[in-house]
């Protein structure tokens, strides 16, 4: 299953951990990504806590936790190579996997189509 | 007649292209490409003679060091090319404009260098016997009363090291006078505009920062602050003139209305420049301000710093100064007050650098205020916003002012001139270097699009201020008209090209090693 | 006015082209009655003028080349070479602003790029930055930063900081999270104070922060400290205030240190009564970003050639606002310019050596003490400092000295005015001092404690 914030973040949800990145659109407006702080494994987080940054050249933007819940693994990767998040950022520019703790949360969020609305009606 | 043939063709010949050949030496002829010492320099160069003592033995046993360090060294013949061609790719104030809004790079009077030089000033320690050095800290009290006069406040600290380090002190005199009333607040209130410096200092003194929003007219929104104002509150940081370049005309009401409401009034004082000999601060209700010496009184920006932060205080606040501070003693002598009481009831903030601060910049900043006098400072402050709105004036037809006049001494623009040309202000601010001009400030304040702000200072001529409107006009012309050429790349004329900062972010390399080092 | 260009005539057609008659319709935001008060202030003053006025004030000072002169603790009394002074006045480094614009700023750029290495060489660590304020407030950050790195705020300060560094740090971080605890000053015995430390050292530490060599002269091996602070995860802050003394002290890196701050004036800087000086700040790489201040970078431009560039700024105030590392937005450049040409100067060679002439210098200073009857000197280590115990006030000799054209050192209770140490007297002997001027000031102190 796979859902989208308002704070421009993807998640999909398979067996109950949640993969978290950013969108095409967000990696698109914050330009060259050049670092990526990421949480640490075990950390704890609630829906909305700043979970990671993520930092272009002139610019440093919180990556929210999109739900409550524990942090399971890190993509390493992205300490050598923050581009990824730019050329992949569905896939290989993932941020972190997280637990579901509370699946109502999933309710109030998009799907694709909900989100590609979403994103048409910021122009 | 004598017929010497050996002369030379003293009219132009040829009709070749640099572009047509590289260099064999790499530089391009005044423009000298210049490697790292360590491309150049060697272990065993040195450009100082040192004799060694003949009989050395330390007394350090084990904690000597050994291995080498790594340092390159190189000959004074050497060292005076390598940096003197260092020199030579920066842009200076001594080189021409430098419309750097915000920033005030006027004329560095070399007067002021030599001051600062003279062995009594430059060649004291600060923990010298106060006898050995009565002068430099009644020079001390000599800068503190034109500062204080110039602002009509009543108390100066002097030892900040810099602007932001001057709000820091600011800020935490007013915590501290908060405390000293019980009064434990959380609040500062910062408008959008403010410099970035403000939000930061508040929050290093345990603060939380809310914005309040401006207004249509680039002022701050008297309404919202008062609606944000409680008793939650502790200060309000204002920078006025403000970052847009203009000033706010409510400042009365909005001293009023933070005094009313328990809290203290600090006023950024980057843009002081405007308003010397012009404004009192301590007159609409400041409570607390800094200066830059480093912009407003003329000591050199010197590549980033040193800079120097006074803070003026208000009686509400003077009780609350740093140490130490310099205090006349009734037979006339001057003595620096170093320490705290010892029965811990001292309301003083505490202590904020090593010493006392940068004497070096007081020097330089009093030679200065003694050179112009007060009339002299006045005129300066009416130049510059003179100088700021003849730009606006003769800009405004083919660029777009973000607010109406008149404005302060820095006229703020913004890229709506540009919209559908495909240049950014980015590109724009470039094409300055290649016309010879140091870019104006972009991309702040951060309330407008595409922010350009210029800030021409009063040490402009009249002959000066019309090459750079008329490049200015050619430029906005040229982006107007399409023709993008000269913006896409730019600068193309400057020792670099655009650097790719991405790069460098990505992989810092942040100091030379030696190719046997890299790992 | 000599610096204003403009003419009356100028004047008159510039407010022509804006539209108002006056320069004052041009405040017309001011609230009336606000702008132009008078205003108590001389008139204009010649260069003649101002020189005279300011030299006047310089001739009631005693310049430290004019006397032997043996004061330190924090500030140091070098020979800087004629060519630094010439070469940071040049209009294109002295007039510049920070290079935020690299294309113009590489001069700039590629000094602070150089910098960054000498300090990184000298200190032992792996990066540094392009400079703070000064020592002091350098020591502060480095408290704050090792607070994030830990995720701790319990910060130990050794005794043998300087007093007014412990100062800067409390003031600094009184409305942090931070909890600062400071030990006491033990001049006499630097290695009860070290081990005070190490028992100290717990798993809420954030860092400890020594100096070395310590306000008192003590040249410390800071190897065990290292290791106590690591098993805590704590990390080790180590203080140079002579920068002078890494030429020949092994570097705090070489004994553990994680963050080293500094005090750089002593190399190309002049004592200018306490400022501007240059704050030194060095780190390990993996901690680089949560260092304050400003970096430099190697980069290429859009031709591929090396340039270099202000780097890692996301940390900064300008960006990251209330969220910044540090509020600092000037680093020290034109000091650190100074630093950077008298070291290029000296290169490895005579950095060496001139560290070998001041260690020399102080082994004759303190033999010049200990055969002075009633004089003690504490140190068993040091490098250009030591502290003698007087059988009298220090200050009253300093005081007696000072009147016979002497400056003796700083007695210490000046540093910590109620911690019992009246009879302490703190000395430097610098390669300026000549053995004139050590036999002088041996005499001068034999006749006041006589």
């Known amino acids: 299953m796979l859902k989208f914030s308002e704070d421009h973040e993807w998640m999909l949800i398979e067996d109950g951990i949640a993969t978290v990145g950013i969108t095409e659109h967000a990696q698109n407006a914050l330009g060259d990504i050049v670092f990526v702080e990421l949480p640490e494994v075990g950390a704890s987080y609630a829906k909305g806590d700043d979970a990671a940054v993520v930092e272009s050249v002139k610019a440093a933007s919180e990556v929210y936790a999109p739900l409550t819940g524990d942090i399971t693994a890190i993509n390493e990767d992205l300490e050598g190579e923050p581009g990824k998040v730019n050329s992949s950022p569905m896939d290989d520019g993932w941020f972190f996997k997280m637990t579901v703790s509370d699946s109502s949360e999933l309710d109030g969020l998009m799907d694709e189509a909900g989100y590609n609305e979403f994103i048409a009606g910021l122009e | 007649m004598s017929m010497n043939n050996q002369g030379r063709p003293s009219s132009a010949v040829g009709g070749g292209s640099s572009d047509a050949f590289e260099t064999f030496s790499g530089h391009k002829g005044l423009r000298l490409a210049e490697p790292l010492i360590y491309e150049i320099g060697n272990h065993e160069t040195t450009g100082v003679d040192v004799e060694e003592p003949s009989d050395f033995t330390s007394s350090l046993g084990a904690l000597e060091r050994d291995g080498e360090i790594g340092c390159a060294g190189l000959s004074e013949p050497d060292a005076v090319r390598h940096y003197t061609r260092l020199s030579r790719l920066n842009y200076g104030i001594d080189m021409g404009v430098f419309p750097l809004g915000s920033c005030t790079m006027k004329h560095n009077p070399r007067l002021n260098e030599k001051m600062a030089r003279l062995p009594g000033i430059g060649d004291i320690h600060p923990l010298q016997p106060q006898s050995t050095v009565q002068g430099a800290l009644e020079l001390m009290q000599e800068l503190s009363h034109w500062l204080m006069t110039l602002t009509g406040m009543p108390a100066v600290a002097l030892s900040p090291k810099a602007g932001a380090h001057g709000e820091l002190c600011g800020v935490m005199a007013i915590r501290k006078a908060l405390e000293a009333r019980g009064d434990a607040r959380e609040v500062i209130l910062c408008p959008e505009s403010a410099h970035g410096t403000n939000p930061a200092t508040a929050a290093f003194c345990g603060y939380k920062v809310k914005s309040i929003p401006g207004k249509e007219n680039g002022r701050v929104n008297l309404e919202a602050l008062k609606d944000a104002l409680d008793d939650t509150v502790a200060a309000v940081m204002i920078t006025n003139p403000n970052t847009c370049g203009l000033f706010e005309n409510e400042v009365r009401d909005i001293a009023d209305a933070v005094h009313s409401a328990g809290a203290f009034f600090y006023c950024d004082g980057a843009n002081f420049n405007a308003i010397m000999g012009k404004v009192r601060p301590g007159d609409l209700g400041v409570d607390a301000m800094h200066f830059n010496l480093h912009k407003t009184f003329s000591t050199p920006h010197g590549g980033g710093g040193p800079g120097s932060g006074p803070v003026v205080f208000s009686d509400a606040l003077k009780a609350h100064v740093p140490l130490p501070y310099v205090v006349k003693t009734s037979d006339g002598a001057m003595e620096l007050k170093e320490w705290p009481t010892s029965d811990g009831a001292d309301p003083t903030l505490g202590r904020l650098t090593a010493f006392h601060g940068q004497m070096g910049m007081y020097v330089r900043a009093l030679s200065y205020m003694l050179s112009h006098g007060g009339d002299g400072l006045k005129q300066a402050s009416e130049d510059a916003v003179l100088s700021a709105n003849y730009i606006l004036a003769a800009l405004q037809d083919v660029m777009t002012a973000s607010f109406d006049g008149p404005c302060m001494h820095e006229a703020l623009f913004d890229d709506r001139f540009l919209k559908d040309t495909g240049v950014t202000t980015l590109d724009f601010a470039k094409a300055m270097i290649d016309e010879g001009y140091h870019p104006m400030t972009m991309y702040f304040p951060l309330v407008v699009h595409g922010a350009m702000l210029v800030e021409p200072t009063e040490s402009e001529s009249k002959y000066n201020l019309d090459q750079f409107i008329t490049s200015m006009r050619g430029l906005a012309g040229e982006a107007a008209a399409g023709k993008t050429d000269r913006f896409a790349g730019a600068p193309y004329l400057a020792p670099r090209k655009r650097l790719d900062e991405t790069q460098a972010a990505r992989k810092p390399v942040l100091r030379y090693r030696a190719p046997e080092e890299t790992p | ?450």
């Open chain 3, 1 to 450: 006015m000599r610096y204003l260009p403009l003419t009356g005539d100028d004047r008159q057609q510039m407010l022509d082209k804006v539209g108002v008659a006056s320069v004052d319709e041009l405040f017309r935001d001011v609230p009336s009655g606000d702008l132009n008060p008078r205003i108590d202030l001389p008139r204009h003053k010649s260069e003649i003028d101002v020189e005279r006025t300011l030299s006047r004030m310089a001739a009631k000072n005693t310049a430290a080349g004019s006397v032997p002169f043996f004061v330190g603790a924090g500030a140091y009394k070098h020979h800087v070479p004629a060519t630094v002074d010439h070469i940071i006045q040049r209009g294109e480094f002295l007039t510049a602003y920070t290079p935020y614009q690299p294309e113009i700023a590489q001069g700039t750029l590629q000094y602070i790029f150089e910098f960054q290495t000498q300090v990184a060489q000298l200190t032992g660590m792996d990066v540094a930055n392009a400079s703070m304020y000064d020592g002091s407030t350098a020591t502060a950050e480095a408290v704050m930063m090792a607070r994030r790195v830990t995720r701790k705020k319990r910060a130990l300060l050794a005794g043998g900081l300087h007093p007014h560094y412990r100062a800067v740090v409390e003031t600094t971080t009184q409305f942090t999270d931070d909890e600062i605890v400071a030990f006491k000053a033990q001049p006499a015995d630097p290695h009860t104070e070290l081990q005070a430390i190490i028992d100290s050292i717990d798993d809420s530490t954030s860092c400890v922060v020594v100096q070395n060599p310590t306000i008192a002269g003590h040249v410390m091996d800071l190897a065990p400290l290292a290791e106590a602070a690591h098993a805590k995860k704590a990390l080790l802050i180590v203080v140079v205030t002579e920068v002078m003394s890494l030429g020949l002290v092994k570097s705090p890196g070489e004994m553990g240190a994680d963050i080293v701050v500094g005090e750089g004036q002593s190399i190309g800087n002049g004592l200018n009564f306490g400022g501007p000086y240059v704050g030194l700040f060095a780190t390990k790489q993996k901690y680089v970003r949560q260092m304050p201040g400003r970096l430099c970078g190697e980069t290429i431009d859009a031709d591929g050639n090396r340039g270099f560039v202000l780097t890692l700024s996301t940390r900064e105030q300008h960006i990251r606002r209330e969220k910044a590392t540090s509020n600092i937005c000037t680093n020290s450049s034109l000091c650190s310019l100074a630093f950077t040409i008298h070291m290029t100067l000296l290169g490895e060679k005579g950095l060496r050596a001139i560290a070998k002439v001041n260690h020399h210098k102080t082994q004759q200073l303190k033999a010049a003490m200990q055969a002075t009857k009633g004089v003690e000197v504490l140190n068993d280590t040091f490098f250009n400092e030591i502290t003698i115990r007087l059988p009298k006030d220090a200050t009253e000799v300093v005081d007696a000295l000072a009147n016979q054209g002497i400056l003796a050192g700083v007695p210490m209770a000046r540093l910590m005015p109620d911690a019992g140490v009246d009879d302490l007297l703190i000395m430097a002997a610098t390669e300026t001092v000549t053995e004139q001027d050590i036999q002088a000031l041996a005499d001068a102190v034999k006749e006041q404690v006589q």
